[in-house]
C-alpha cells in the first residue's frame, strides 16, 4: 500500500498529464511476449519431440532450427497484417462517421446525447457536452470511434510490433537450442535435460518480468507461464513417445 505523500505526488497536474500521455500510447510489451512465449513452447516442443522419439540430437537441432526461423517469421507476419488490418479499420469507420456527419448531423449529435446520458448527464451539462464535442469535428469522431465502436485512437505501427515479435521469438526460441550448439560429449538424454532446465527458467524469466511490468506479483506470473509452457512442451514429448512406439511396431 502506498502512502498518502506518494499518493499525491503521483496526482499532481504534471504527473497525471504525463500518465495519460502515456496510456493513449501503445506499448509492444504484448507483442513481446507472445513471440517470446510462442517461439520457446514451439522450438522447444520440436526438442521435445524429437527426444519423445528417441532421434539423435542433431535431429532436434536441425528441426529446431528450422522451425525458430519459419514459424518466427510467420508470427511476425501474421502480427504485422493483423495489426494493419486493425489500423484499416480503424481509418474505415472514420470516414464512414465522417461522412454521416456531413449528411445527418443532427442524428450523429443525438448519438452522442445519448452516449453521455447514459453515463448519467442530463439537462443542461448534457447539452454543453453535447455542444462542445460536436464543436471540433476531430474531436466528434474520435468520440464516436472510442464511445461508439470501443475502438483505441492510437493503433501500434505493424512494423514494431512484427519486429517484436519475430525478435522475442528468436531470443527465447533458441533457448532450448543451446545445449545442443555445446561442443562436448553428453551422455544419454542431458542434452535434453539441460535443455529443459533451460527452458523452465526461460519460461519462468518471462513470466517473472511480465508481472513485474504490469505490477502483478512477479513469482505468480512466472510460476503461471512456466506452467503453460511445461505443459504444451510434455504434450509434445508425449507425442513424440507415442509416435516411436507407433513406428517401432
Known amino acids: 500500500m502506498e502512502d498518502n505523500d506518494s499518493l499525491a505526488l503521483d496526482h499532481t497536474p504534471e504527473v497525471v498529464a504525463k500518465r495519460l500521455r502515456s496510456a493513449s500510447s501503445r506499448d509492444y510489451l504484448s507483442d513481446f511476449v507472445l513471440g517470446a512465449v510462442d517461439g520457446t513452447v514451439t522450438t522447444f516442443a520440436v526438442v521435445a519431440g524429437v527426444a519423445g522419439a528417441s532421434l539423435p540430437n542433431y ?7 528450422a522451425n525458430l526461423i519459419a514459424d518466427g517469421f510467420s508470427m511476425a507476419v501474421g502480427n504485422y497484417l493483423g495489426t494493419q488490418a486493425d489500423r484499416q479499420l480503424l ?13 445527418i448531423p443532427e442524428g450523429e449529435r443525438e448519438e452522442i ?3 453521455f446520458a447514459a453515463k448519467g448527464f442530463s439537462g443542461e451539462t448534457l447539452e454543453h457536452i453535447v455542444e462542445v464535442i460536436t464543436r471540433d469535428r476531430r474531436r466528434w469522431v474520435d468520440t464516436m470511434l472510442t464511445e461508439e465502436f470501443g475502438l483505441r485512437l492510437q493503433n501500434p505501427s505493424p512494423a514494431r510490433a512484427a519486429l517484436a515479435t519475430f525478435a522475442a521469438f528468436l531470443l527465447a526460441g533458441a533457448v532450448p537450442l543451446v545445449p545442443f550448439c555445446i561442443p562436448l560429449e553428453m551422455q544419454g538424454n542431458t542434452r535434453f535435460l539441460l535443455s529443459s532446465l533451460a527452458t523452465a527458467l526461460t519460461f519462468f524469466v518471462i513470466g517473472y518480468v511480465k508481472g513485474r511490468i504490469v505490477q502483478r506479483p512477479g513469482l505468480r506470473s512466472g510460476l503461471e507461464t512456466l506452467a503453460i509452457g511445461g505443459a504444451a512442451a510434455a504434450l509434445a514429448y508425449l507425442a513424440g513417445a507415442a509416435l516411436h512406439r507407433l513406428v517401432a511396431q
Open 59 to 65: 535431429v532436434a537441432l536441425i528441426l529446431g532450427g
Open 91 to 103: 481509418d474505415k469507420i472514420r470516414r464512414i462517421e465522417e461522412q454521416h456527419i456531413d449528411q
Open 113 to 115: 446525447r445519448q452516449i
